[in-house]
């Protein structure tokens, strides 16, 4: 223990100032009932444990039945009503199976025949064992040197600056021992526990309160841990959507640019075969324009038809040429009527629905005028009718 010097000296000043008391053990005194009436007495006091173990003697045919028993019944059977109730019962029944298991009955006789130190090892490794009950059982019935101290004796001593409070029980039980000397154990540990009764009632409602406010703080710390916990998970989360907006971004964009690649090499593909894909359709354009450029000069065949026309107004002119004086007027009359026959240029209406080059050679056809020679061919014909 730290400091052991200064609080051996206050060890020593805090037992004397207790009273003197005398040890309290059940009626039977056999290792057994000791070790039963200890687990009663631990973290409790005298009177209850004197108590809770005749309860358990009377309900019982003997401690081997206690051994079967559940933890439930044991604490029904005792009575037990503190905060340490179900492990109280819990123990004591690891106990006593473990010394059947060992024994092969619920005995502790072969204790006698023991050393002191086997003694103590058999019974401070026994499942459920704690030190208070092993240096009870060891003091009073294997007549080894021990002080008894459960959870209440250490508080009052830390209190009283007697012990060194990162010290457990077990530590604390061992250095008390060492500190008193054989003979003056069993009075110290008699003192302890009359002190241990006296402020039991008090310790309780301190104990129930510490553990009240342990029971709020670990419930806050819990709250904080699980708020930590969100927060932590909360920030994965974001660190998590903000890495996968930035890949789908990336993504996108190397997307974007593919495509925008992949147009690049369209359209230059496209520029590139453009050339050699429309020189063919000019050509044929082309090859196609010329042979209507070449048909129309066959449109000056219309003058065939003008011909016929003529040869059908012929008789009309017959007429006239009973009169031997038209000659001359039929030369004004064929003058005049030869601009009429211009009018087949109304006609003309067909090449405009063909294309615009061929509209443009129309204005060559007016070279029909000179055709009017034809009446000089009319006026032989004429003559030689007339012959």
């Known amino acids: 223990m730290k400091n052991s010097t200064k609080h051996a000296t206050k060890l020593k000043a805090v037992l004397k100032k207790l009273k003197a008391a005398e040890s309290v053990l059940p009626a039977e005194k056999d290792p057994v009932t000791v070790l039963a009436f200890a687990f009663c007495a631990w973290e ?31 604490v029904e059977m005792a009575g037990f009503n503190d905060a340490m109730k179900t492990e109280r019962a819990r ?7 473990a010394v059947f298991l060992r024994e092969h ?16 090892d058999y019974v401070e490794t026994l499942d459920g064992m704690v030190p208070y009950v092993s240096s009870f059982v060891l003091m009073h019935s294997c007549d080894v040197q021990g002080v008894p101290i459960d959870d209440q004796m250490r508080r009052l001593l830390l209190e009283k600056g007697a012990i060194d409070e990162s010290a457990d029980i077990a530590e604390v039980n061992a250095w008390v021992s060492r500190q008193v000397s054989s003979d003056d154990s069993p009075d110290v540990a008699a003192r302890l526990q ?58 996108e964009a190397a997307a974007k640019a593919e495509a925008a690649a992949k147009k690049a090499a369209t359209k230059k593909a496209a520029v590139k075969k453009a050339p050699a894909k429309k020189a063919p359709a000019k050509k044929k354009a082309a090859a196609k324009k010329a042979p209507v450029k070449k048909k129309a000069p066959a449109k000056k065949k219309a003058p065939v038809k003008k011909k016929a026309a003529a040869k059908k107004k012929a008789p ?49 056809r007016k070279k029909a ?11 032989a014909a004429t003559r030689k009718k007339k012959a």
Do not use: F, Y
Request: glycine content about 0%; hydrophobic content about 35%.
């Open 316 to 364: 009309v002119k017959k007429k006239a040429a009973a009169k031997k004086k038209a000659p001359a007027k039929k030369k004004a009359a064929a003058k005049k009527k030869a601009p009429a026959k211009k009018k087949a240029p109304a006609k003309k209406k067909a090449p405009a629905k063909k294309k615009a080059p061929a509209k443009k050679k129309a204005p060559a």
């Open 194 to 251: 009359q002190w241990a009764d006296q402020e039991s009632v008090r310790l309780a409602k301190e104990l129930l309160a510490e553990q009240k406010q342990d029971a709020q703080n670990r419930k806050k710390q819990v709250a904080k841990l699980e708020a930590e916990k969100r927060k932590a998970i909360q920030a994965a989360e974001a660190e998590a959507r903000k890495k996968e907006a930035k890949k789908t971004a990336k993504a």
């Open 44 to 74: 409790s006091t005298t009177e209850k444990a004197l108590e809770s173990c005749r309860k358990l003697r009377d309900g019982l045919v003997d401690w081997n039945h206690l051994r079967v028993c559940k933890p439930s019944e044991i």
């Open 91 to 97: 123990r004591l029944k690891s106990a006593l199976h």
């Open 105 to 120: 009955e619920t005995s502790l006789d072969s204790l006698a025949d023991m050393k002191k130190r086997e003694a103590r």
């Open 369 to 379: 005028p000179a055709r009017k020679k034809a009446p000089a061919k009319k006026k």
